[in-house]
């Protein structure tokens, strides 16, 4: 049992309050999965600048795998703007116009990469959302949208890099946060990787990712992949998509794994239980919905 979350602020430039809102998203289904947490944060974009984090450990491991980055990054010719170390991650910020798959698989064997976009920062971490928030402080954060994630370790171990979102690796400003399990995973897996796509867990999750994002590099729309998920997709599932524009969703025929949405002209924001929208507008009570089975939308930010 896992809780995802997801808001949307459509009309509003990147000053929302998007990492508070998710925290209360969060702490409100954190019994669902009290193991990790983890949010997929969207900033506004730098032409031509890439927004990096790795897991790095602690002390010498730490140092170490900094100097792996670093020297990989040299590699690639890709001029480190900006980086910081915070928790058991190494953020940096680039400058980079080259082939970004190959740059991002090159990185994998560098050191475990959590998220590449230019807009996207992955933080996630054991612990509840308030413990994830002391450590990356993700309540600074404004935005316009973002995905988060509680996780109960059931198939892994509790540790960082088994806890959700999931980035499409290779694919930037794409991520997943998913509640359930996809049954075909190895099969759906092998194709792509016959088609030169590598993964870097064994999560289902990233699969999603990968899948989501192949096909918008075909240049089909989030809602038209998010579609042909449904019948690509074997199991039980709900799951959020983010990219640098937009929020989706997808429910499984079933409808084993719950969501709940909520939606006005400025906001969408959807999650596993309504306690979770509840924390959103304190003792309001708000017109809530349950998407049906088998059914998928996106939402786009208007400006």
């Known amino acids: 049992m896992c809780g995802i ?4 602020y459509k009309n509003l430039s990147a000053d929302a309050d998007v990492g508070k809102s998710l925290i209360s998203m969060l702490d409100g289904c954190q019994h669902r999965g009290p193991d990790s947490t983890g949010f997929a944060l969207y900033h506004e974009p730098i032409p031509g600048h890439l927004r990096l984090r790795f897991f790095v450990g602690d002390d010498n491991e730490a140092d170490e795998a900094i100097e792996r980055i670093q020297g990989k ?17 190494y953020r940096v910020t ?7 798959r190959r740059f991002s698989y090159a990185m994998e064997h560098a050191a475990k990469v959590v998220s590449i976009g230019e807009s996207l920062d992955i933080i996630k971490d054991i612990g509840g959302a308030h413990d994830v928030d002391d450590t990356y402080d993700v309540d600074s954060f ?29 694919f930037a400003d794409i991520a997943i946060v998913h509640n359930g399990q996809i049954t075909n995973y190895w099969k759906m897996r092998r194709r792509l990787e016959k088609r030169g796509f590598e993964f870097n867990t064994d999560n289902d999750s990233e699969l999603i990712a990968v899948y989501l994002a192949d096909k918008l590099s ?21 799951f959020l998509v983010s990219t640098k524009d937009e929020i989706g969703y997808a429910k499984d025929r079933l409808a084993a794994k719950p969501m709940v949405k909520y939606e006005t002209d400025d906001i969408i924001a959807i999650a596993s239980e309504e306690v979770s929208l509840n924390k959103l507008f304190p003792g309001q009570a708000l017109n809530t919905s349950e998407p049906p089975p088998g059914t998928f939308n996106t939402w786009q930010r208007s400006i």
Do not use: C, N, Y
């Open 218 to 238: 075909q240049e089909v729309t989030l809602k038209d992949a998010l579609k042909t998920s449904i019948d690509d997709m074997d199991g039980t599932f709900s």
């Open 73 to 89: 990054l040299t590699e690639f010719q890709a001029k480190i703007i900006r980086d910081e170390r915070v928790g058991t991650t």
């Open 94 to 100: 680039v400058e980079f116009t080259g082939d970004l």
């Open 5 to 8: 979350a997801g808001i949307l």
């Open 142 to 170: 404004h935005g316009t949208h973002g995905i988060g994630h509680v996780r109960l370790a059931t198939e892994s171990d509790v540790a960082p890099e088994a806890s959700h979102p999931f980035w499409a690796t290779g």
